[in-house]
């Protein structure tokens, strides 16, 4: 399961820096660190929603399968004769805020939303392509942060104790920053790196300003 935070957050650094800049005093940010902490459950494609078979002409509401472990990007498969269905998903993100995912007219072969779903509510598929096609919905490598970034706010990232370098390679993470959406903050992890072992991501809290 996540945590957040994982220990609590603790002060770093100075609590207060002023400095003047002309006539006028500035006032630095207090900063914090938080600790985010998961195992999550291995790769599947299937894991919320097994091979469904799209229906001529009208839509299909569905329950998921079963639940994110944490806050975790969709991986949607649809197969060559699906191609063109609807897929919408709703649910929650990781502060409990209601978010959805409109899929419109999906092409062939696998989309990842950008959306981190804490929880899902219900799956609908439509289509009105006379052919019959399957679509499959299952999770990724991408992990939704418990926050809004406007930067890349990591500072370290460990995986059964092995710091993990940022970068795009396999054994790498990457972060997708988004501070419009708390569900769209999210950890990357390439495919050399495995999730299901320990993982603690540190990363910096910005805090409101020192009173003068």
Known sequence: MGRYPYGGTKRVGLQELQTYRGEKLLTAYEVRVGHYHFESDSISDDVFLA???TKEIEEQTLEPANQPDVP???RINVDSNAAGVDVT???TN???ESITYEGTELASGD???????ATIESITIGTDDPTLG???IGNNRR???PGVFRHDPVIKVFVDNDEVDEGDQAGEYQFNVNDDALEQNYVEFGSGVDITDPTD????IPQVPVAD
């Not at 989309?111 to 779903?117: A, G, M, Y």
């Not at 991501?201 to 910096?204: A, I, P, Q, R, S």
């Open 89 to 91: 998903v709703t649910g």
């Open 134 to 136: 399957n679509v499959k």
């Open 201 to 204: 991501v540190y990363f910096l």
């Open 51 to 53: 091979a469904t078979e």
């Open 143 to 145: 992990i939704g942060m």
């Open 72 to 74: 975790r990007s969709l």
């Open 111 to 117: 989309t990842d939303t950008q959306e981190c779903f």
């Open 94 to 96: 990781a502060a409990g």
